[in-house]
């Protein structure tokens, strides 16, 4: 499914949409330059969820954790990562425990470290706004393509 998405509203109300039709806890790659709205993205997925705070990039710690009633979302940057054998250090297995939603940005630097995705979505620039690719890879992330759709 590819989407226009013209401006930073219509990313953050993509995150929105894809709170709204998910069914169970996912897990979404996150692809794209840097400022393509991959952290505006999870914005909009945690402001959906009534998350009232300050949703900041974890470029420089790597992970942010938002709890909510029935599960947890774990945002991951791993663009600073040097090896993906630094992930065994953080304890990455633990953060995929339990009723966990997870963004992961920059996945390909986390190779043989990382769960599969169910949901991979690919952002690029154009013009003023951005173009959105998504791309199922599993059951559920079919299944949140065809209720998106």
């Given at each position: 499914m590819t989407l226009l998405l013209r401006n930073e509203a219509e990313t953050l109300e993509l995150g929105a949409k894809l709170f709204r039709s998910m069914k169970q806890p996912l897990r979404f790659y996150l692809y794209g330059d840097l400022g393509s709205g991959k952290t505006?993205?999870?914005?909009?997925?945690?402001?959906?969820?009534?998350?009232?705070?300050?949703?900041?990039?974890?470029?420089?710690?790597?992970?942010?954790?938002?709890?909510?009633?029935e599960w947890r979302l774990v945002h991951l940057d791993l663009y600073r990562l040097a090896d993906p054998k630094e992930l065994e250090w953080i304890g990455i297995r633990e953060y995929f425990e339990g009723q966990c939603v997870s963004?992961?940005?920059?996945?390909?630097?986390?190779?043989?470290?990382?769960?599969?995705?169910?949901?991979?979505?690919?952002?690029?620039?154009?013009?003023?706004?951005?173009i959105a690719v998504l791309e199922p890879r599993g059951l559920a992330g079919h299944e949140l393509v065809k209720e998106l759709s």
């Open positions: 505006t993205l999870v914005r909009g997925f945690l402001k959906a969820g009534g998350y009232c705070g300050a949703v900041k990039s974890p470029t420089f710690t790597l992970v942010e954790e938002y709890q909510f009633p963004f992961i940005e920059w996945p390909d630097r986390g190779d043989g470290f990382l769960p599969q995705p169910d949901l991979s979505v690919r952002l690029s620039h154009h013009g003023e706004g951005r």
